[in-house]
């Protein structure tokens, strides 16, 4: 198989997304909150897709795990004794812990449900997070929790925080990318496009839907203790279990790129977080009209996202450059390659 100059396009395209994620923060301070918010829907965008996109289940329960993120990380830096980083960073990996812990508890009870009825019974997870945490006294009830005060001006503190961020969006990228090419990723796309059969063939879908709820779950729960510290406050439903706009953004900014692809959510949570800023800088009063119609136009005149229109426009920015007898050879390959992964996970 002979590479085309186009094969190496997306590496190059991610060298520069973090070569502008470095700069960025020192060229444009002023924005720094802005930038550290736009690596958390790249985060945002790419959890959801893993169960979302490639595994064909909607979630809007995702927030959930964030919200955990957000209160474990808090609670270790109020109550913990240690110095702000260390606090920080041990916050972080219990968040992950719990994220983990609550996606493989609720995942074989939710899980086990299709299309809408798992839809609708993520819908309500967030909404009950947020009464929870708001009637209970330990993590400051309905008025919320303080993280600890970051140890240094606050200029400082943003882009502390911005590359944090960035480095976590940059950690799961790297992540899904290499597992969407496993035999994981190939089952998830399976249960996609036809979970009976995939279940006719032996594959355990349930395992594999929590074990993929599971993944996004860590990602969410490491995120939330930084946004809790950049922020510096966390309220149950405004920044924790903020349903109605984080939970609701995941499922947009996937869909406005291309779900079930790599790049889309990052496309997506792109364009998302820009237009964004623009409507509230330039509409205010009507931002929320001008993005629903944004929305609208996308889901109408794009309807396979941003990256699916490309595609379909630029389709020689996507592919290698096959010869004959490669291009012959792939669907027998393909199709050794399923029926090994499928020995493998039966």
């Known amino acids: 198989m002979k590479r085309g100059p186009n094969a190496y396009r997306p590496a190059a395209l991610a060298a520069l997304v973090v070569a502008l994620g470095l700069v960025a923060p020192w060229v444009f301070p002023q924005a720094v909150t802005q930038l550290a918010f736009f690596w958390l829907m790249v985060l945002f965008a790419l959890t959801w897709d893993v169960l979302g996109g490639q595994t ?9 795990f964030f919200g955990l993120g957000c209160y474990a990380t808090a609670l270790v830096q109020r109550d913990a004794g240690l110095s702000y980083f260390t606090s920080l960073a041990a916050g972080m990996g219990l968040s992950a812990l719990l994220a983990v812990a609550a996606a493989a508890l609720l995942g074989p009870l939710i899980l086990g449900m299709r299309g809408q009825y798992f839809a609708i019974a993520t819908l309500g997870l967030g909404t009950v997070a947020a009464d929870l945490f708001a009637g209970w006294d330990y993590v400051g009830g309905g008025s919320g929790i303080v993280p600890a005060l970051y140890p240094g001006p606050i200029g400082e ?6 590359y944090v961020l960035m480095a976590l969006a940059l950690l799961t990228f790297a992540s899904l990318r290499w597992l969407y090419g496993t035999r994981f990723g190939a089952v998830l796309n399976a249960i996609r496009d036809d979970e009976d059969k995939a279940e006719a063939m032996g594959l355990r879908t349930t395992r594999h839907k929590v074990a993929a709820w599971m993944l996004a779950a860590f990602f969410l729960g490491l995120a939330g203790g930084p946004v809790a510290g950049l922020v510096g406050f966390v309220d149950p439903r405004e920044l924790a279990f903020a349903g109605t706009s984080f939970g609701v953004w995941m499922v947009l900014m996937a869909v406005l790129g291309g779900k079930g692809t790599l790049w889309g959510p990052v496309i997506g949570a792109a364009v998302f977080h820009v237009t964004q800023e623009l409507f509230w800088t330039y509409l205010l009063g009507w931002q929320r009209v001008a993005l629903g119609l944004l929305i609208v136009v996308i889901v109408v005149f ?7 229109w490309l595609r379909a426009q630029r389709p020689q920015w996507f592919h290698e450059t096959l010869d004959e007898g490669a291009a012959a050879a792939q669907p027998a390959q393909r199709d050794e390659a399923g029926m090994r992964a499928h020995e493998r996970t039966a």
């Not at 503190?157 to 911005?162: A, G, K, P, S």
């Not at 794009?302 to 699916?308: A, E, H, K, R, T």
């Open 157 to 162: 503190r943003n882009r502390f925080f911005c």
């Open 302 to 308: 794009f309807p396979q996202g941003v990256l699916g």
């Open 56 to 64: 064909g289940y909607n979630s809007f329960g995702n927030v959930v």
